[in-house]
């Protein structure tokens, strides 16, 4: 079945560590998202990249990292200056390399808790 | 300054009545309003949408309406089912602004009771 995939769903971390949540696609779509969740909150953009090798800041983009060096793939590191990495990351794909008409497809989202 | 308003953190509705759900934008140049729907500890899923151009899209159970002149966006289900119970986020696409951002409302938690 075609679909995203993140993982892993649940992580710990200490403070002071990266880490690198994973997310794969077998959509065929050109463009991947990374969306943040926190709770009471509505979802806001981190990174998001259009084609491979090429991906763009959004809203809330400081103390993090992407990479997009094949189409599937586009993992996203939380660094140590994240200063609030506590959070419920969402991979999210589209058809084509824009929002055409603001469907977004999720996987099922990596819940990351510092220690 | 929230582009997107989603006023009411919650809703509890009684099975098989209707639920509406709202949302007012600050915006007048979003081009695309979506709804999303999402259960606990999963991905949202997308639900319905309707463009800038229309005042009402519907789809089984599902319609939401646009009002431009005030901003405001509804979505009605009817009739409310038990399966129906998550949370609806509100989200607009403005084709003018960056490529890679739609804008999410804080989302209302939908009840729906047997």
């Known amino acids: 079945d075609g679909g995203i995939t993140q993982s892993p769903k649940y992580l710990f971390r200490k403070e002071g560590q990266n880490v690198t949540l994973s997310c794969e696609q077998n959509l065929n779509h050109d463009a991947m998202y990374w969306y943040r969740q926190d709770p009471g909150q509505g979802l806001r953009l981190i990174y998001y990249?259009?084609?491979?090798?090429?991906?763009q800041k959004g809203d809330i983009a400081e103390g993090y990292s992407v990479s997009r060096e094949k189409k599937e793939s586009f993992p996203l590191t939380v660094t140590s200056a994240q200063k609030n990495p506590t959070a419920f990351y969402l991979c999210?794909?589209?058809?084509?390399?824009?929002?055409?008409?603001?469907?977004?497809?999720f996987g099922e989202g990596s819940r990351l808790t510092v220690l | 300054d929230q582009q997107v308003k989603q006023n009411s953190p919650s809703l509890s509705v009684q099975e098989g009545r209707i639920s509406i759900l709202n949302c007012d934008y600050t915006?007048?140049?979003?081009?695309?309003f979506l709804w999303y729907k999402k259960y606990p500890a999963e991905g949202p899923t997308f639900l319905i949408s309707?463009?800038?151009?229309?005042d009402k899209n519907e789809d089984g159970r599902f319609t939401v309406f646009l009002n431009k002149s005030a901003k405001h966006l509804s979505l009605h289900i009817v009739p409310s089912q038990p399966g129906d119970s998550a949370v609806y986020f509100c989200a607009v696409l403005n084709y003018g602004g960056s490529q890679g951002n739609l804008i999410f409302g804080k989302g209302t938690k939908l009840s729906v009771k047997p």
């Open positions: 915006n007048s140049m979003f081009d695309y």
């Open positions: 999210a794909s589209s058809i084509g390399q824009g929002l055409s008409t603001g469907e977004l497809f």
């Open positions: 990249s259009q084609i491979v090798n090429d991906f």
């Open positions: 309707i463009s800038s151009i229309k």
